[in-house]
């Protein structure tokens, strides 16, 4: 059972660029989370994807958006890249619909903005 | 509004010490799941428990135990004879209950664990 596999491990970008980050979700789940962790601080939620169709949205601007493709992967797009945005991007997956599996979390996209 | 607060940012311990980890939670629902991560220096979150809100019955795992208390609203986590490798960030983490099934959690801001041989 393979796990939650994201890339790249790490992106440097200058400020107004824009990034795409990847993630393979674990064999057998269906359901993409997004989280932003700031250096010393918890994961903050930005999104869920059931069914390739974003379900759920925390506190951050339409400039963080989505997609989740047929195979349940998932894309996480940052336009207009600012300072603040440098953190480490986690991806975790799930099963939805099928009773509680928990959260499997992938090792994270470390971004630096500068 | 849910809220998870840890109020030790860091501890230090010594090898072979017992060391209790704190997590006070704030929620409305009535049904919800708690849950501790610990997350090493190469980032993934690794999965420890989760415990939902009707089962107050501590847990055991090795050297690892948690105490659900509901009338305090903690969620506390005690590694007992700790060890080198156990060094790490711990996370408690509260569920959305409309999103149990899915990604929605709520971090605490983590405590610093380090063990010194």
């Known amino acids: 059972e393979t796990g939650v596999t994201q890339s790249p491990t790490h992106l440097i970008k200058t400020r107004g660029q824009q990034v795409t980050l990847r993630c393979s979700s674990q064999?057998?789940?269906?359901?993409v989370s997004w989280y932003q962790q700031a250096l010393g601080q918890g994961p903050q939620f930005i999104f869920q994807y059931y069914r390739e169709e974003e379900n759920g949205r925390g506190n951050f601007p339409p400039r963080f958006s989505g997609l989740q493709f047929p195979n349940y992967s998932s894309e996480l797009n940052v336009n207009a890249l600012e300072l603040d945005d440098s953190a480490l991007y986690l991806c975790?997956?799930?099963?939805?619909?099928?009773?509680?599996?928990?959260?499997?979390f992938g090792s994270g996209t470390r971004l630096t903005v500068v | 509004a849910q809220k998870v607060t840890q109020a030790q940012t860091e501890i230090s311990v010594v090898e072979k010490e017992d060391v209790t980890l704190d997590c006070v939670y704030e929620t409305r629902d009535t049904t919800y799941y708690l849950f501790w991560y610990k997350q090493p220096p190469s980032g993934e979150l690794v999965f420890l428990i989760r415990r939902n809100s009707f089962d107050e019955q501590n847990e055991i795992s090795g050297r690892y135990s948690w105490n659900f208390q509901k009338s305090t609203s903690s969620f506390n986590f005690t590694i007992t004879a700790s060890q080198v490798v156990d060094s790490a960030v711990y996370f408690c983490a509260l569920s959305d209950p409309d999103s149990s099934n899915t990604g929605k959690l709520i971090f605490g801001q983590g405590t610093t664990l380090q063990v010194k041989p």
């Open positions: 064999s057998g789940h269906n359901t």
């Open positions: 975790a997956s799930t099963t939805a619909g099928q009773g509680f599996t928990g959260y499997t």
